[in-house]
Antibody, heavy 117, light 110 residues
Framework: EVQLVQSGAEVKKPGESLKISCEASGDSRANYWIGWVRQMPGKGLEWMGLSYFFGSDIRYSPPFQGQVVISVDKSRTTSYLQWNSLKASDTAIYYC??????????WGQGTQVTVSS | QSALTQPASVSGSPGQSITISCTGTTSDVGGYNLVSWYQQHPGKAPKFIIYEVSKRPSGISNRFSGSKSGSTASLTISGLQAEDEADYYCFSYTSSDRWVFGGGTQVTVL
């Protein structure tokens, strides 16, 4: 069974850059996708996009295209979510999630990102 | 891609059955049998409870069941228990080769 371990909480100022990570372990095949999900304070889940460990395919939900960058390090079975210039509205919990056969079947523990001046 | 439409809240008494709807379009819910459902307790990561409209993963209680009619999927919780109090989200594959969540439904056990 795969385990997804995310990097720790971050506190940043508007305009700063940030890269958070999600390391997968426990499934040596790595033949699956890692998605990213945003949950703003007191709000619902939003699918942001996903990346495939064994290829270069990365897909974004339209609202997040151009706002974040998803990347993957296949050798480390790690997916990353990156911002070049954070805004206060990026304050949220970000979950990584394994997507396999059109389903999210495993979740990371979440990374709290707080953007405040 | 608009979020799928779910009622904001549903409530029921212990032992009762409740149903949560998830309405989309023919480009998502109505076009594929690829709707899944997730349960999220406060402060916790979501948990996978239904996939492919009506299938339960191993370890999930048979009190949870799913169905679909046209572009509306539904999650039914029978024999409602206090531990079922949580937020529930539907999730669907879409024709643009992306995925979309529902807005979420808060379930309250009275």
């Amino acid at each position: 069974e795969v385990q997804l371990v995310q990097s720790g909480a971050e506190v940043k100022k508007p305009g700063e850059s940030l890269k958070i990570s999600c390391e997968a372990s426990g499934d040596s095949r790595a033949n699956y996708w890692i998605g990213w999900v945003r949950q703003m304070p007191g709000k619902g889940l939003e699918w942001m996009g996903l990346s495939y460990f064994f290829g270069s395919d990365i897909r974004y939900s339209p609202p997040f295209q151009g706002q974040v960058v998803i990347s993957v390090d296949k050798s480390r079975t790690t997916s990353y979510l990156q911002w070049n210039s954070l805004k206060a509205s990026d304050t949220a919990i970000y979950y990584c999630a394994r997507q396999q056969n059109y389903v999210i079947d495993s979740w990371g523990q979440g990374t709290q990102v707080t953007v405040s001046s | 891609q608009s979020a799928l439409t779910q009622p904001a809240s549903v409530s029921g008494s212990p032992g009762q059955s409740i149903t949560i709807s998830c309405t989309g379009t023919t480009s998502d819910v109505g076009g594929y049998n690829l709707v899944s459902w997730y349960q999220q307790h406060p402060g916790k990561a979501p948990k996978f409870i239904i996939y492919e409209v009506s299938k339960r993963p191993s370890g999930i209680s048979n009190r949870f069941s799913g169905s679909k009619s046209g572009s509306t999927a539904s999650l039914t919780i029978s024999g409602l228990q206090a531990e079922d109090e949580a937020d529930y989200y539907c999730f669907s594959y879409t024709s643009s080769d992306r995925w979309v969540f529902g807005g979420g439904t808060q379930v309250t056990v009275l």
